[in-house]
């Protein structure tokens, strides 16, 4: 089993802390998305739509997408479940992994792209978009931080993939300079408890 | 319990797709998007991102989101599973379910927000952003199409969520008159069957 992965980029983030939380440990072989390897067909072969993360199995088999390789190890892995047990706490954990996913991380991600041109030898740069992207991430930010002033996590009492997400995504927010309310008082506190977790220390 | 949704979109449409394939019935609260429904001080009680569809429990939890909705009626309905059952499988609906929505359900859904200036009255609207949107879902469709060559489904020879990703985006894709390959002759035969499905009826 080997992970092809970008350590450094958010996706790559969000699996090594899942794993961390998890405690397994599997070969990595790191992907320079800067220098493009995910897109040369040696790596299309294990994922044509060349992004990262990809995890091959003994088989040959590979499963892309961060929370498609969590999920994996979710049900492989039992303990501790960060996906939920219930139906109830599998929808919200969905609900909110997909929140911070689609309302924060991937905005932050888009205006990250779009404002500074990192990928400009592979797709269209859009300053305009990013510029739109980075006002989504400023106001959603207060959501997340109405719904961290009623709940420890984000999906409830227990620590989630959906913590995981919204956490990376803020780190990346921060170590990028986006344009956001970081001293939100809610987010702040959830935020410097959670990143201190062991998992996030790598 | 009670659905509030607006049936004619595309996420909409996934949820009452799923519930068909499930046989479930619930009573439904249309939400008028294009009036702002969807943003008014009631609405945002239910969901404070504003988002449809909200499917509100018997005892007042509302979830949002429509694949933690399904997922919600996955576990609680099990026969068809629609996201798999074993740990491989769960990943590899997983996987392509992301790739049909970030690949393709969302690409195809902002070009028609950012070409058309549909909700222009609550969104800045960047033309640029909608033709590279465009372009990315024009590329992805091979790519689909090379997968439905091999495959009976997305994720395997099951129907499964993923197929209601990819078939409700190129329904929403059609009707919006995205310029696109609609010819491509895996994705023809593949919508074509799916399509045709007693839970695309209505």
Redesign the interface.
Known sequence: MKLYTTSASPNGKRVNVFLAEKGIDIPRVEIDLRAGENLALDFRTRN??GRVPVLE?ENG?C???S???C??FD??HAEPMLFGT???E???V??WN??AEL?FLLPVAQAFRHLTGYFKDR??V?P??G??SE?VARE?LP?FD??LGESRHLAGDAFTIADITLAVGLAFARTTRRDLPYDLPNVSRWYERVSSRRSFAD
């Open positions: 044509p739509f199995l088999t499963i892309a997408e929370v498609a390789i999920r994996y049900f492989e219930t139906a109830l599998q929808a919200m969905e609900m997909r929140r309302n797709e269209p859009v305009e978009w510029q739109a006002q959603m959501l109405a719904r």
